[in-house]
């Protein structure tokens, strides 16, 4: 294993299947060979006005979008930018909600890994994306990544509940525009996972 500058990780990190355990819950990949399956799953999770408002780039609006959206998660693995991970409990294998993590490379800009999350609608509330989010940053650490920042709209109470309680520490205030053209005022986190 060697560790990849441009990338502040270990190169196995793109290399092999994620497969993160969270004990009735597991985080893989969406499946390349079942898009179509997916992306009914993904539409489910992801057509919701809060996340349209929060995370417009994962929203979609059809069935036909998401699996747009599902083909363009794993072309940017493919290009070591992102790397999106379904919350699927063990007994169903249904996806009930997603992480991306982003490379130094990927377009949020941050130029260090960061992660974005959302549960679907049906499945919020139930105290899961804490302990699915532990465990990626456990995984980010086995893979060497010094750092992990979070970028999450100031109103969003509960992401920076879940951020703070794993540790994540405020680092300042963003203003700017949304990719729907919205005003929002958004803060970034931060939480070092590695000491140099």
């Excluded at 290399?15 to 499946?31: A, H, K, W």
Aim: hydrophobic share 40%; net charge positive.
């Amino acid at each position: 294993m060697a560790y990849l500058e441009q990338w502040k990780a270990d190169e196995v990190i793109f290399l092999e299947p994620i497969v993160i355990d969270v004990g009735s819950i597991v985080l893989t990949f969406p499946n390349p060979n079942l898009v179509e399956q997916e992306a009914a799953i993904y539409y489910a999770n992801s057509c919701d006005e809060e996340l349209k408002r929060r995370m417009p780039g994962a929203y979609v609006d059809s069935i036909k979008n998401a699996e747009q959206k599902l083909k363009e998660f794993i072309s940017r693995t493919l290009l070591r930018q992102d790397l999106l991970l379904c919350i699927r409990p063990k007994t169903t294998g249904i996806p009930i909600g997603y992480i991306v993590i982003n490379s130094p490379i990927s377009s949020t800009g941050l130029k260090d890994w960061s992660v974005d999350f959302w549960m679907g609608p049906a499945f919020q509330n139930r105290k899961l994306m804490k302990p699915c989010l532990n465990n990626v940053l456990s995984f980010l650490q086995k893979m060497k990544v010094p750092l992990v920042k979070a970028l999450v709209d100031s109103d969003n109470i509960r992401s920076i509940k879940i951020l703070t309680g794993l540790n994540f520490i405020y680092q300042h205030k963003i203003n700017g525009f949304d990719k729907n053209d919205e005003f929002k005022e958004a803060e970034l986190y931060y939480r070092k996972l590695m000491l140099k």
